[in-house]
């Protein structure tokens, strides 16, 4: 079997919530990891957006303030 | 049936010695509390990583002793991720979701390389202080706790370990390439509420060239079978640009046939990252035609899509 080590960075887990966005030419946001915060942000962008509102209305909780 | 492990670890032995697995065994039917099967099949994960075969590679290299497979990974688990998130299925979210670190296939696509293909990325996986944030997430109206990676089938002993430790009537899902061993699967039987499992590649030329895996339609069929018969299943596809008809087509005409009525998520968001670039195709994000023509292929065969 292969032992050599793969050569990659090696990135601790932030404490920090943490989502990703890609914006595309045509104007498509395509998000990843997406976390209430993240979705807050995009709602307020576009507040129209059907896939985003679905996301937002689940909600009870204020989770991204978690306890440690 | 319970299939026997064709190793020294026998799971076939290990159930008439322990009584630990039911055959078949929904959660519902479960005679003894989850936390307790979860303990002790991580006991027997733990002693299996000496002859690891908890995925369709089938390596059986001993993990406890430093010998690493296909995967890299060792005999303990790290995660790079671990918080609530909205992005997944609409019935599953929010959810509390645990990316441990590493993988048994190498996608050129994957959206965590650095992360999914390095099972020494991120940071130790401490059973307890992350079963207690899972927990405080639960308790503040995170509606599933959701194990991942990387693929998480291949830090078998880590996971079973943090169900342990969940309460019993948490929704537990397990996110999966769908690639794990018949072996794998009785240690996960009657566990996760949920499995989530990706159906990546329609056939086996796209699945070695973007994920150097052979063999994977017929692993996946397995896995898929299984899951829906032991839980609640919802299978994911990422729709790949210049892969309709070669991946998404036959996808979708095996679970029309063989899974009718399974909850599909078809996820169009492409998006060209880690080592896509290899494949001239996947340069770039799925285009809207393409979409369309995927979402047109699975109306025509009924599939149960959902958001």
């Given at each position: 079997m292969n032992k050599r080590p793969i050569?990659?960075?090696?990135?601790?887990p932030s404490e920090n919530l943490w989502s990703e966005f890609l914006i595309l030419p045509d104007g498509r946001i395509l998000a990843h990891n997406l976390t209430r915060p993240g979705a807050e942000l995009l709602h307020k962008l576009s507040p129209n957006d059907g896939q985003i509102a679905l996301r937002m209305k689940h909600h009870a909780s204020t989770n991204h303030e978690l306890p440690d | 049936m319970i299939c026997a492990a064709p190793n020294k670890w026998s799971t076939d032995s290990y159930v008439r010695e322990n009584q630990v697995f039911e055959q078949g065994n929904p959660r519902t039917q479960q005679s003894a509390p989850r936390s307790t099967l979860a303990r002790e099949r991580a006991r027997l994960a733990r002693a299996m990583l000496a002859d690891c075969r908890f995925c369709a590679h089938d390596c059986g290299v001993n993990r406890l002793a430093g010998e690493q497979g296909l995967c890299h990974a060792g005999a303990t688990a790290r995660f790079f991720s671990a918080q609530v998130e909205v992005s997944?299925?609409?019935?599953l979210i929010p959810t509390f979701a645990v990316a441990l670190?590493?993988?048994?296939?190498?996608?050129?696509?994957?959206?965590?390389g650095a992360s999914s293909w390095n099972p020494r990325a991120g940071a130790g996986f401490d059973v307890g202080a992350m079963a207690a944030k899972a927990r405080a997430a639960w308790q503040n109206g995170a509606r599933t706790i959701m194990v991942l990676g990387g693929e998480p089938t291949i830090h078998l002993p880590a996971a079973l370990e943090f169900v342990s430790l969940l309460p019993e009537s948490a929704k537990l899902v397990w996110k999966t390439n769908a690639h794990g061993s018949a072996q794998a699967r009785e240690l996960l039987d009657g566990l996760f509420d949920v499995w989530l499992a990706d159906y990546k590649f329609g056939n086996d030329d796209c699945a070695a060239r973007l994920a150097k895996v052979s063999g994977y339609n017929h692993v996946v069929h397995e896995n898929l079978i299984w899951a829906a018969d032991h839980s609640e299943l919802i299978v994911r596809h990422l729709l790949m640009p210049g892969h309709v008809e070669c991946c998404w087509a036959p996808v979708a005409e095996w679970l029309?046939?063989?899974?009718?009525?399974?909850?599909?998520?078809?996820r169009p968001g492409f998006w060209p990252t880690w080592h896509a670039a290899r494949h001239a195709e996947l340069r770039q994000p799925v285009l809207k035609p393409e979409s369309e023509r995927a979402i047109a292929l699975a109306r025509a065969l009924n599939l149960n899509l959902i958001p």
């Open positions: 050569k990659n960075s090696i990135r601790p | 997944d299925e609409l019935e670190s590493g993988c048994d296939l190498r996608c050129d696509f994957c959206i965590t029309a046939g063989n899974l009718p009525g399974v909850k599909v998520n078809l």
